[in-house]
């Protein structure tokens, strides 16, 4: 067992709990042990020889952690498999087909008698699944067309990718000390949102001994492909890794190689070939057959003539031109990020407590952290009433008494209703110090009503940012069908947020990523500023910080578009600023793009 599969577990309890119709409290202790266990930044098989790392996980109480060691000793927990045994085989794998909701997958299994999802696509094409109640032939269709989808072969979030290639470079790096300069490259350097195979480049000086090494680790499942420099292998949960080992003087030739995008470097190739040069894994080769080695990435794009490309700008569109022309952007980084304004708590759907939530920012180093829990509309995420959001600002108001040093904000994450309206009378929304608005309902609108439904939302002069614009969500592991963005006119959108002053957030979420790299670029073009939020629902949640930034990276950001980049002070100020001047502002006491970058 691994920690995806640990968690894939503890999400289907909480699938079964509801189709049982059980306690929404237990359901959601299910939901957010799943999402925890994500977050975790070791392999819970180390607990079979320490147990006490069970006791430091926040949120894992002593009935989950019974849980956890019963599937790390035995591969197996018994109380999933009683909760099978009350259902038919084939019911998770429907519900896995966006359109199927837990009742409607009961009565679909249960009526046309599935024992597996093969059988669902025969339904389909028989008519049989059509023919049932509140089903009929649109919806079938949908069906189908997602059922088809979820066949194809998938790539995964980068945060489904990133911890698993982390895992890997830590056997890696501990079955093999000597192994030096090991790191990721391709899409996963790139930071793309979804990934297809993981690849890693090290140097060693017995490539051999590393690549044996490699294929023995105790996460590799299959090995695909074995030779003295370079090795193929299935790791759990079913990524695909290669291994590259080269010589010290060839490593940074390869690292820019194997980080591509292909258009990028089929881009280099081509510039390479108009003076007279090859470019390959190793370096350069002149006419005379001569291979040129570099030091570094940067060396070779100098020797060709351009300035160093960030491996996020590397999709082969108009980065060179912007390197031969000297008008690269000084990106953001995660060190610029001085504060966190979408976080959750456990007052509406979140895992813990605004103090822990706040201690944890604090350690993590954040100067300022919004609490923005989910308005009254959100009755499913337990939305706060108005009675109980003055208590929940009463909380947070006793807590930075206790914690000066952090600055907390009270917020929240307000629902723009279907008509563009808000959640809260402006006489409680003045009280907030952030608000940020998002769609949660109603997202099948036509593009015209949608559009002019956030721009009203905008035009508010209490709402701050405007999160998760898109509504989006990438498949995942909890949710393979994923979520399609709804339908506005985005050009529409960047200039009313340029025009009122709203921030647009860059949700840090890798299950959301929204906005998206290409929106972020296209945003800024039109004049939006943003803010890069974790829309941390746990403490581990706190650390998706990263991915966001990597979006903002690869949408061309600097630092002085993202709001939160501000020190503490500035931000408060900024937020004291009427809306319409906020698109004016200059960051003054901060650091400088140059300094940041």
């Known amino acids: 067992m691994n920690n995806v599969a640990i968690a894939a577990a503890f999400t289907d309890i909480a699938r079964f709990l509801q189709l049982k119709n059980d306690s929404i409290f237990k359901i959601r202790a299910y939901q957010r042990a ?21 006791a430091g996980i926040p949120g894992i109480g002593d009935a989950i952690s019974a849980k956890i060691t019963e ?32 009742k409607t997958a009961m009565m679909v299994v249960t ?27 649109r919806n079938a269709e949908r069906i189908l067309r997602h059922f088809k989808a979820l066949a194809e072969p998938k790539r995964r979030t980068i945060g489904e990718a990133l911890p698993a290639a982390e895992g890997v470079m830590r056997a890696l790096s501990a079955a093999c000390p000597d192994v030096r ?16 195979d993981i690849d890693l480049v090290c140097v060693a000086d017995d490539p051999a001994a590393v690549t044996r090494a490699f294929s023995k680790l105790p996460i590799v499942t299959e090995i695909l492909g074995q030779g003295d420099t370079q090795a193929s292998v299935i790791v759990a949960p079913g990524f695909q890794v290669d291994l590259r080992v080269v010589a010290d003087a060839h490593f940074a030739s390869l690292l820019l190689y194997f980080t591509g995008s292909q258009q990028h470097t089929a881009q280099l190739r081509t510039a390479a070939q108009k003076l007279g040069l090859s470019l390959n894994e190793y370096g350069l080769t002149d006419q005379s057959g001569k291979l040129h080695e570099f030091e570094s990435e940067a060396a070779l794009y100098e020797h060709l003539g351009f300035a ?36 959750h708590s456990n007052w509406t759907d979140g895992d813990s407590t605004i103090d822990v939530m706040v201690a944890e920012a604090e350690k993590r180093g954040i100067e300022y952290i919004a609490i923005t829990d989910h308005s009254v509309s959100r009755a499913i995420s337990n939305g706060l009433s108005v009675d109980r959001l003055r208590l929940h600002r009463a909380q947070i108001e006793s807590i930075r008494l206790k914690k000066p040093g952090i600055k907390v904000l009270c917020g929240s994450e307000i629902d723009i209703l279907a ?8 006489e409680v929304l003045a009280g907030l110090d952030v608000v940020a608005a998002s769609v949660h309902s109603a997202m099948g609108q036509k593009l015209e009503i949608m559009t ?37 006119d985005l050009d529409a959108l960047f200039r009313a947020a340029a025009d009122t002053g709203t921030l647009l957030e860059i949700n840090a979420s890798p299950s959301r990523l929204d906005l998206k790299d290409t929106h972020v670029r296209r945003a800024s073009q039109l ?41 503490a002070d500035e931000f408060t100020d900024f937020l004291k600023t009427p809306k319409p001047e906020r698109g004016k502002w200059k960051p003054g006491r901060g650091r400088s793009d140059n300094q940041r970058g």
């Not at 300069?181 to 297809?196: C, D, F, N, P, S």
């Not at 995660?334 to 979408?342: A, P, T, V």
């Open 34 to 54: 799943a999402d925890i266990i994500q977050g975790l930044d070791f392999d819970l098989n180390e607990v079979r020889t320490r147990p006490e790392l069970l």
């Open 71 to 102: 599937l790390v000793e035995t591969g197996r927990l018994e109380y999933l498999e009683k909760l099978k045994s009350e259902f038919p085989p084939a019911l998770l794998p429907v519900l896995d087909v966006t359109g199927i909701g837990p």
């Open 111 to 137: 009526e046309l008698g599935l024992k597996t999802v093969d059988d669902l696509e025969k339904a389909i094409a028989s008519g049989a699944l059509a023919a049932l109640p509140r089903i009929g032939e």
């Open 181 to 196: 300069k090991l790191t990721v490259a391709g899409a996963l350097r790139r930071w793309q949102e979804t990934i297809g």
């Open 308 to 343: 160093y490309v960030e491996p996020e700008l590397r999709e082969g569109q108009d980065e060179l031109a912007a390197a031969t022309s000297g008008s690269l952007p000084a990106l953001i980084s995660l060190s610029d990020i001085r504060g966190d304004l979408h976080t």
């Open 419 to 426: 008509d563009g309206s808000l959640d809260y009378s402006d």
């Open 452 to 488: 002019e439904r956030i721009i009203r939302a905008m035009r508010n002069p209490h709402v701050t940012v405007v999160g998760h614009l898109t509504t989006r969500m990438l498949p995942h592991r909890g949710r393979p069908e994923g979520r399609e963005p709804i339908e506005a």
């Open 527 to 567: 004049g939006a500023r943003f803010v890069i939020s974790t829309d941390a629902h746990s403490t581990a949640g706190l650390d998706d910080m990263k991915y966001g930034v990597g979006t903002a990276r690869r949408g061309w950001c600097a630092p002085s578009l993202v709001m939160n980049t501000l020190a």
